[in-house]
């Protein structure tokens, strides 16, 4: 699972990107996990932003684990399950981000996480799915969950999955309430390898409390325990 991404860039660059007005009460996210509040832009309302909880919402997801959160929708799913392809007609987001986060299995208990970027685009989107909820209370809540696909050659040498990353053309198809099925799945593609970097990173990135300028910082190959390790 894709568990981990960042939005660093500031308002400014953000709304230049995507050609939106963004909330004052935005803040950048250098370690952004499942049940936060994250921005979105929605097929409903491409014009705008919207704050859509990541997978579940904090009340919703308590005595579950993480795999039992809806953080992710793997492309395949999208052919094999019909309610899966009913909302990928139906609603359709994307996610902004500059960065996701990957841990390399380094051993029987060893983890090192690393980051990734584009680097021909400083700032991108994720292909995304959004939901409404109501919980007891009656109140309506909205989430969010990530496509993912096979890893490219790039994220492979890490992880065997990736987010569908889109650029400016295929965010527009991604959005388009009039866009086809043969559209949508045209779009749903590993990202190609040669344009994107990679680097290890502190393994702080694993608390979800952590949320700081230097957890985006190349970092020596540590695992989650902090120690150094020959792997990079």
């Known amino acids: 699972m894709i568990e981990r991404y960042s939005l660093t860039a500031t308002p400014e660059k953000i709304s230049e990107r995507f050609s939106i007005d963004i909330p004052e009460l935005f803040k950048p996210r250098y370690n952004a996990c499942p049940t936060q509040l994250m921005p979105v832009i929605t097929s409903a309302s491409p014009q705008g932003i919207s ?22 929708t793997p492309v395949e799913y999208i052919a094999e399950k019909p309610a899966i392809k ?8 994307i996610i902004p981000a500059d960065g996701f986060y990957a841990w390399k299995k380094a051993g029987k208990k060893t983890f090192i996480p690393y980051r990734f970027i584009c680097t021909d685009q400083e700032i991108f989107s994720f292909a995304g799915l959004w939901e409404e909820y109501e ?22 040498s890490i992880y ?73």
């Open 135 to 156: 919980d007891t209370d009656g109140n309506e809540f909205h989430t969010f969950t990530i496509v993912t696909t096979r890893a490219n050659t790039m994220v492979a």
């Open 51 to 72: 704050t859509f909880y990541w997978g579940t919402s904090p009340e919703w997801a308590k005595n579950k684990s993480l795999s039992e959160k809806i953080i992710n």
């Open 160 to 232: 065997d999955r990736m987010p569908v990353i889109l650029n400016k053309k295929e965010e527009s198809v991604w959005l388009n309430k009039e866009s086809t099925e043969e559209d949508l799945a045209f779009v749903l593609n590993a990202y190609a390898g040669e344009r994107m970097n990679l680097y290890s990173v502190s393994p702080r990135i694993s608390d979800v409390k952590a949320d700081v300028p230097s957890l985006i910082i190349p970092a020596p190959a540590a695992d989650q325990f902090g120690n150094l390790t020959l792997f990079d």
């Open 86 to 93: 009913r909302a990928m007609m139906k609603t359709r987001c």
